[in-house]
Structures are given as structure tokens and as C-alpha cells.
């Protein structure tokens, strides 16, 4: 049976730092699209940053790239993302997902990176809340 057990959520100031961990069960995450998403009240949930496990290649959502880190230490079966810079609107549920082969999805006419609807197996989610 697959599990995501998240942990490191909190509540800190602006311009701090935190660092989230996602540990997966069940799974071998060499093989998997392993993801961050957050959901502020009212808005939908957005993915904020995915890691592919066997190449470890990964993407950011615009409003994060340069402040937050994505990666992984397979031996552990643990996801990581580390926060630098927050700031309020950085404030939300963060959920780590996961879900078997890559992180994009393509049929006959496209091709694109999965979303919330295409990964299986969610963490319970952990809060950020950053104050000014």
C-alpha cells in the first residue's frame, strides 16, 4: 500500500525559511513523478514544483522558481522542498503528491506536465503560513 507522510510546515516570517519533507511507502521512487502542490483557501490547488525520480529532473512553477528547491534523496525514499525568501502568498495547505512513471502526460495532439487530477496518491498536507 502507497503512503506520502509529509512533515516540516510551520509558521514563519517573511524572508524566513522552512523546509518541507514528503517520505513515500510502498513504492520505489526511482520509477515515479513525485510533486508539491498547494491550496490556499479559496483558490484551486497548483502545483508548485515536481521531481522525476529516475533523472531527477525537475520544474518549477514561475511564482517560486529561484526562492524554493525541489529534490529527493532516493535511499530515503524522501521528497524535499526547501523554502527561501517566503512571502504571504507563499502562504497555504501544502500537499506532496506522487504518481507512477513521468511527469508529463501526452496523447495523439499534446503533451503537458502532469496536474492535481493526473497523480494518484496524495500526502494528508502540511500548513505554511507566512506573517509580514
Known amino acids: 500500500q502507497v503512503a506520502l507522510v509529509e512533515s516540516g510546515g510551520g509558521s514563519v516570517q517573511a524572508g524566513r525559511s522552512l523546509r518541507l519533507s514528503c517520505t513515500i511507502f510502498?513504492?520505489?521512487?526511482?520509477?515515479?513523478?513525485m510533486a508539491w502542490f498547494r491550496q490556499a483557501p479559496g483558490k484551486e490547488r497548483e502545483k508548485v514544483a515536481h521531481?522525476?525520480?529516475?533523472?531527477?529532473?525537475?520544474y518549477y512553477d514561475e511564482t517560486v522558481e529561484g526562492r524554493f528547491t525541489i529534490s529527493q534523496d532516493q535511499a530515503k525514499s524522501t521528497m524535499y522542498l526547501q523554502m527561501n525568501d517566503l512571502k504571504t502568498d507563499d502562504t497555504a495547505m501544502y500537499y506532496c503528491?506522487?504518481?507512477?512513471?513521468?511527469?508529463?502526460?501526452?496523447?495523439?495532439?499534446?503533451?503537458?506536465?502532469?496536474?492535481?487530477?493526473?497523480?494518484?496518491?496524495w500526502g494528508q498536507g502540511t500548513q505554511v503560513t507566512v506573517s509580514s
Open positions: 503528491a506522487a504518481n507512477w512513471g513521468a511527469c508529463s502526460v501526452s496523447g495523439s495532439a499534446y503533451s503537458r506536465w502532469r496536474e492535481a487530477g493526473d497523480f494518484k496518491y
Open positions: 521531481v522525476y525520480g529516475d533523472s531527477g529532473v525537475t
Open positions: 510502498g513504492v520505489d521512487s526511482s520509477y515515479i513523478c
